[in-house]
């Protein structure tokens, strides 16, 4: 079960029990909270068929867009993603800080930097990879957990990247050691760029909090190597 349909259930039950708490107070019929229950879920239900979830994750995106310390955090996040695929040489094609954002750019409703992996894409279609490239992509991908890391000592967001650099590593280490070992390196190895570069790192942040345009962010970063 993925987290938005976790989150679903907690509102729904969230909106149930509160209706039930309230009725008396105001007289409401018993049939008043399974009516809440039913439009809660027929139109979940309707957004996962129809819309892919993008609905209830922009809703859900707007209740967290509210904490001026969570936007935040997903701005250090997103800055570690785009600092450490600057400094590997792997291209980015855009990025949005929140879901609202993603899908007025025509993307899922999903914030987040987006990148050119054509070449990636390429090299696993034909069923071989680079050493290089797999290391690029991976520390790329663990960039937004050591940025959190280094600022919080601990990483809410994080869960999506290590899905997608244990979804490409795990065909081809096949021993889930293997695959451990490798995403702690390529942790590592992000924390390292964006602690030791402590100075363009932020000066990106600034950048980004302002939605300045990729090449913008990139002038940032170079002023201060």
Not at 56 to 82: C, V
Not at 192 to 221: F, G, T
Request: charged share 20%; with cysteine.
């Amino acid at each position: 079960m993925n987290q938005t349909s976790l989150n679903l259930i907690a509102i729904t039950v969230f909106a149930i029990t509160l209706s039930a708490l309230v009725g008396p107070a105001f007289n409401l019929p018993p049939t008043v909270p399974a009516g809440i229950t039913f439009i809660l879920l027929g139109l979940a239900t309707a957004d996962t068929l129809a819309w892919q979830n993008q609905g209830i994750t922009l809703l859900l995106d707007w209740f967290a867009q509210k904490s001026p310390e969570q936007q935040k955090r997903i701005l250090h996040h997103e800055a570690g993603h785009f600092f450490v695929a600057y400094k590997l040489g792997i291209p980015i094609t855009g990025y949005a800080l929140n879901a609202w954002e993603a899908f007025k750019q025509g993307q899922s409703a999903r914030g987040g930097v987006r990148f050119d992996d054509t070449e990636l894409a390429a090299e696993l279609q034909q069923g071989k990879i680079s050493q290089q490239l797999l290391d690029r992509y991976c520390t790329m991908w663990m960039g937004g957990i050591a940025a959190e890391m280094l600022v919080y000592n601990d990483t809410e967001g994080g869960a999506e990247d290590r899905q997608k650099l244990r979804g490409v590593l795990s065909p081809i280490l096949r021993n889930p050691q293997q695959v451990e070992t490798k995403e702690r390196w390529a942790y590592l190895q992000a924390r390292s760029l964006i602690e030791n570069n402590q100075n363009s790192y932020e000066c990106l942040m600034a950048s980004m909090a302002k939605r300045a345009p990729i090449d913008e962010c990139y002038a940032a970063i170079e002023r201060e190597v």
